[in-house]
Structures are given as C-alpha cells and as structure tokens.
C-alpha cells in the first residue's frame, strides 16, 4: 500500500518562500515519477512540478525560474522549493506518484498519476 505524506505548508507574504516535502513509503518500484499539482479555490487541479527516477524534472510555465523539484531517490522523497512566491500560487497542494517513468509532455497531466497524498495548503498573501 503506498502512502505519500506532505509536509511543509504554510502562510507566507509575497515575495516569501516555502519548502514542501512529500515521502512515499510502501513504494518499490525503482523507476517512477513523482512531483506536485495545485488546486486553487473554485480551480481545477493542475500540475507543478514533476521528476522521474532519471532525474528528469518538467515545470509548469507560471513557476518556471521560482520552483525547483528535487529528489532523494534513496528515501523516496521530493521537495519543492518555491521562492518568490506570489498571491496566485495559493492553493492546496498534492504529492503525486506513478510507478514507472512518464513521457515528456504528460509529465503535468494528473490523470497519469496513481498515487496521492491529502495535500498541504499553501497561502501568499
């Protein structure tokens, strides 16, 4: 049974920054993708951040030069550092995993993602 836990969350003024951290336990595939999606109040969920057990990280354009994904393969754990955070990154933010490694261009897609984590909000004001 695999179960993703967030930590990190918090509230913060623009400008600020916030360090999430996702862990996966019960996990045992050794290739996978894993990263972070969004959902904003009265939004649809979209995605973030994403890197696979290559290495390979995709970003969504609107965080792209503010969020860095990085992982710690060996733990099954990714962070996200975000800086200069702004009002319309609020939203509730979910960790995602998938057992195996994802193309590039559905890497941001969260239907190709089978593991969730209850998610960790996130407020800039």
Same mark, same amino acid.
Request: proline residues 2%; charged residues 15%.
């Given at each position: 049974?695999?179960?993703?836990?967030?930590?990190?969350? !918090?509230?913060?003024?623009? /400008?600020?920054?916030?360090?999430? *951290?996702?862990?996966?336990?019960? &996990?045992? +595939? %050794?290739?996978?993708?894993?990263?972070?999606?969004?959902?904003?109040? !009265?939004?649809?969920?979209? /995605?973030?951040?994403?890197?696979? *057990?290559?290495?390979?990280?995709? &970003?969504? +354009? %609107?965080?792209?030069?503010?969020?860095?994904?990085?992982?710690?393969?060996?733990?099954?754990?990714?962070?996200?550092?975000?800086?200069?955070?702004?009002?319309?990154?609020?939203?509730?933010?979910?960790?995602?995993?998938?057992?195996?490694?994802?193309?590039?261009?559905?890497?941001?897609?969260?239907?190709?993602?089978?593991?969730?984590?209850?998610?960790?909000?996130?407020?800039?004001?």
């Amino acid at each position: 049974h695999v179960q993703l836990v967030e930590s990190g969350g !918090g509230s913060v003024q623009a /400008g600020g920054f916030l360090r999430l *951290s996702c862990v996966a336990s019960g &996990y045992t +595939d %050794s290739r996978y993708s894993m990263g972070w999606f969004r959902q904003a109040p !009265g939004k649809g969920r979209e /995605g973030v951040a994403t890197i696979d *057990s290559d290495g390979v990280a995709a &970003y969504a +354009d %609107s965080v792209t030069g503010r969020f860095t994904i990085s992982q710690d393969a060996a733990k099954k754990m990714v962070n996200l550092q975000m800086n200069n955070l702004k009002p319309e990154d609020t939203g509730t933010y979910y960790c995602a995993a998938v057992g195996h490694i994802l193309q590039c261009g559905a890497t941001l897609v969260q239907n190709n993602f089978k593991h969730w984590g209850q998610g960790t909000q996130v407020t800039v004001s």
